[in-house]
């Protein structure tokens, strides 16, 4: 039996009890539990639109299993859930009511487009997906190679973002960029200068390139701790990520992105990174085929599920949740 209890806001030792069962979560799985908007999610202790579900054992103070969800953009919604290792091979039923507990509140909270993004899916997240009424949405691919590089090298000159200053042109051309894209096409300030106060922003690995006087392209990167790449550690090597890459649609097709990615691999290597790293949507043809031919390879797919919540829909109540 089991039953799980929905926490609209975080204290510290709900926060702590959670970090217990990310940390399973993650050295099972060796990747983080949850992705990094949630964490942050999570740690301030809930925003508008945020809620945790909290599944235990009953009669136990054991977190079992964990989703969250966090809204606000618009009637759209994200979904994440960690289940402890030792509660994977239960069957469906936890990982159910948990989702249902979750796609409830979002009924209650007026509903909406929902995502849920998995790490390395595999048959069970699809059968929970399809039980609480969820369908497969994108597959995000995440890439990776050695550095450095060394048959080229980037010849076109690029600058520092400044904090401060440089947010306006660089909103600009990532929206116009991605303006297709489901989560990177709308960002505002706040969405900045969020990532600005994050320990990992490093604005020397914040490339831009510029153009007759107009931002033309940028590689964003960012150096990852080492504990992040948990099945690796014992190798030592340090990863790096293009965090975000992007040509304003104006300047495509030229070369320049080739370019920005060898600018941020050279800058990565100059601060000890010894895999590049970065995430890329399966469909994303022009973007794939220019990693794969900077020697990316496939490591792993993450995958969404999405569903549309009416308002006030048929979700459970949270609470009266229960299972054996
Ligand atoms: C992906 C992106 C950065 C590439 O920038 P770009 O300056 O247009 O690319 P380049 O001119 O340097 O092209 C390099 C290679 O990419 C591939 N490529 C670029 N555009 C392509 C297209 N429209 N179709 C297919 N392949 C394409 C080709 O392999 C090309 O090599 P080739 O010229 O030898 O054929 C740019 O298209 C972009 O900003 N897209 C929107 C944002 C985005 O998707 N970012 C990546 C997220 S992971």
């Known amino acids: 039996m089991h039953h799980v209890e929905i926490k609209r806001r975080m204290g510290e030792a709900d926060i702590a009890a959670i970090s217990v069962l990310l940390e399973a979560a993650s050295i099972a799985d060796g990747h983080r539990a949850l992705g990094e908007h949630q964490w942050l999610d999570l740690v301030q202790g809930g925003r508008e639109g945020f809620a945790g579900f909290v599944a235990r054992e009953s009669g136990r103070e054991r977190i079992i299993a964990y989703a969250q969800i966090s809204g606000g953009n618009g009637a759209s919604w994200a979904v994440e859930y960690v289940v402890h290792p030792q509660w994977r091979s239960a069957g469906v039923e936890l990982q159910e009511d948990l989702l249902s507990a979750a796609l409830g509140e979002i009924a209650a909270q007026g509903g909406g487009h929902v995502h849920m993004w998995v790490p390395k899916p595999g048959p069970i997240n699809d059968a929970v997906a399809r039980a609480v009424g969820m369908r497969r949405g994108r597959d995000l691919i995440q890439m990776r190679r050695a550095?450095?590089?060394?048959?080229e090298s980037a010849v076109i000159s690029?600058?520092?973002?400044?904090?401060?200053?440089?947010?306006?042109?660089w909103l600009e051309v990532n929206n116009r960029a991605f303006r297709d894209h489901p989560e990177q096409g709308s960002w505002d300030l706040a969405t900045v200068t969020e990532r600005e106060y994050q320990p990992w922003f490093d604005p020397s690995g914040f490339l831009l390139h510029e153009r007759d006087?107009?931002?033309?392209?940028?590689?964003?990167?960012?150096?990852?701790?080492?504990e992040d790449d948990l099945m690796n550690a014992a190798v030592m090597h340090q990863l790096g990520e293009i965090y975000v890459i992007a040509v304003d649609p104006d300047f495509q097709g030229h070369g320049l992105g080739r370019q920005l990615v060898l600018a941020g691999l050279a800058s990565l290597c100059e601060?000890?990174?010894?895999?590049?790293?970065?995430?890329?949507?399966?469909?994303?043809?022009?973007?794939?085929?220019l990693y794969f031919s900077l020697g990316f390879v496939d490591d792993h797919t993450d995958?969404?599920?999405v569903t549309d919540v009416p308002a006030g829909g048929a979700g459970q109540p949270p609470g009266a949740l229960g299972g054996a």
């Open 303 to 305: 995958r969404a599920y």
């Open 158 to 169: 690029v600058r520092p973002f400044r904090t401060g200053e440089d947010e306006p042109a």
């Open 213 to 226: 006087g107009r931002l033309a392209g940028f590689c964003w990167t960012k150096v990852h701790e080492p």
């Open 147 to 151: 550095l450095p590089i060394t048959e």
């Open 271 to 289: 601060r000890g990174v010894s895999t590049g790293m970065l995430y890329v949507d399966h469909d994303n043809e022009a973007a794939r085929r």
